[in-house]
């Protein structure tokens, strides 16, 4: 091991650095799933060892089992895909009245004195707590879950394009004023891109903060959904069946996270803030 | 208002151009910015000069001269505070479509390909797009860059990515070419070679050039006339024609005639005070 460490080293040939470098990537990536196998067996060892009640922590064996239970019997596919789409319908509803509210404010200093108070003083309201308010206005059905996502994602994305749209540096604005650009040119070819490596930071941000909206709005009052599953299970005791929908819920958020970085890379390739975005997978 | 002066000292100096054909036409122009914990700065004083068309004009002078500050008055991106500038029989009033201009820094837009960070110009005003392509690419084959027309500007080194910059001031076939400390951030020898590929590109475009410097030798190498500035407040305090043949080369900086102007120069800012 000390030996293939040092050996790139001593010489000097750039060729035989990368290979050098994608090994010890791909070891770094291989410790995390180890470590997790390693957190199950010690997770199993425990419950057997100190006989801990299945209603207290279920054993991760039980998990498996009742993970397999739900997928194979139906159970969990449809309140899947409904909160699914509470969390894409909220966090998009989100993100474009974030997009478009910020693209407003960060453009009109008039815009920024008259509405930035009052969405500031929106955002200091904790969304629980209006979470009823909005149950009972909009009903118990998908509308209001939608309804309570987008309240929470679209604040990450007010603010990342705020101040994105004012990270355009001045040399750029000035070189295009030459050019005899006006104020929307300048927007569409400079404001606005300059602006993208933040407000992707902003939806990385809310598509995660989404999966809470959804399942903060079914545990108010819903018909259907993981989060009126989770509910379910627990009033009945069923410790397994809470934990699985809970590896679920993450799978999805992990999954859309890793779908907005995936298009980041693609559309911010010349910038070199997506380098050093936190990916963490 | 006016200082007799300073007149005296920049009219002195007879300017070779014809001045009814003058392609910029600078007069009494004068630039205060208000600041707030300095008081005023008066940054140019008085300023008088003309452009003939086809000419090339360097301006000198230590830092604080306000040589930048006149540039960005020419390129209409700054007010000027009173006075008149001309640019091709027109009174200036902003950003103008007869100017190109060349930055410190290239300025480059990191998302668009070499080939689309020439086309701006183009496409802000709205040129025809077909015969604006050709064009950029007959501009970057000249300034030997026809390879890399679709890199990004990340790939290019800053030589390079500064004759990007110099392509995109000339896509709109400008008038009149502003340059301000082009080559500043480059190192010597390819300094050198842009001087010479400048000039080369001023006779090919048959451009008129401003550029500004901080090197009293770049000045004198590339210059019909250079302008030698003095600060607070920044004035003209000389316009020296040069009279070194062209085509010029390298050589030439080893020259009686180089070295006479460029100690003429020096001698100037060794009398203000030196350079920086």
Known sequence: MAATDTAPAAVPAPSTADPVRAT?????????????????????????????????VPTPSAVAVAMWEGIASGLFWPHFLVTLWEIIAGFGIGSVVGIALGVLIGLSPLMERLVYPYVVAFQTLPKVAI????????????SSKIIITATIAFFPLLANTIVGLRSAPREQVEMLEACTANRWQIFRMIRLPQALPYIFVGLDVAVVLSVIGAIVGEFVGAKAGLGYLILQKNFSFDMAGVFAILIILSLIGVGLHLLVVAIQRRVLFWSEAHANSVTGA | MTAPLSIQAGASVPAPSRPGEALVRIEALEKIYSTRDRGNIHALSDIHLDVAPGEFLTIVGPSGCGKSTLLKILAGILKKTSGQVRVANAELYGPNRDLGVVFQAPVLLPWKSVIDNVLVPAKVQKLDMGQARTRARELLEMVGLS??????????????QQRVG?????????????????FGALDAMTREQMNLELMRIWKEQEATILLVTHSISEAVFLADRVVVMSPRPGRIAEIMPVDLPRPRNLEMFNTPVFGKHVGAIRRHFQSEGGID
């Open chain 1, 24 to 56: 010890r990537w791909s070891e770094s990536r291989a410790l995390s799933p180890l470590l997790l196998v390693a957190m199950l067996l010690l997770w199993e060892a425990l419950i057997h060892l100190f006989d801990v009640p299945a209603i207290v």
């Open chain 2, 147 to 160: 390879g890399f027309q679709d890199r990004y500007p990340g790939e290019l080194s800053g030589g390079m």
């Open chain 2, 166 to 182: 110099i392509c995109r001031a000339l896509i709109h076939k400008p008038k009149f070419l502003l340059m301000d400390e082009p």
């Open chain 1, 131 to 142: 979470a009823p308010i909005i149950v009972i206005w909009f009903g118990y059905g998908i």
